[in-house]
């Protein structure tokens, strides 16, 4: 399932959203009151065990968090960050009796 669907279906299930209908990929999180500092906490929480990344303290700004499209591009960009952080598989030494 797509980012974006499963982070809207959390916010739908959790928050008031008084028109679903008027919730656009784009709308900001703040500023339709969708969201507030207390609740992006639940928000990250989610992204982190959905998502399976860490969201740093320096994360926590508008550009990463505020809308539908942010929050899908922030975390696409840490997924890419963790494949980019693991060590290549190597082969191991001196196993036998395989086969």
Request: aromatic letters at 10%; glycine letters at 6%; a negative charge.
């Amino acid at each position: 399932m797509e980012v974006k669907t499963q982070v809207r279906q959390f916010v739908c299930e959790n928050f008031y959203i008084a028109d679903p209908a008027s919730f656009g990929d784009d709308t900001s999180f703040f500023e339709k009151g969708i969201v507030d500092s207390t609740a992006i906490l639940e928000v990250v929480a989610f992204l982190e065990e959905r998502f399976r990344i860490h969201v740093d303290d320096t994360d926590f700004i508008p550009e990463n968090l505020d809308s539908l499209d942010r929050i899908a591009a922030f975390v696409n960009r840490k997924r890419a960050e963790r494949a980019d952080e693991e060590p290549p598989l190597r082969e191991s030494a001196g196993i036998t009796g395989l086969g």
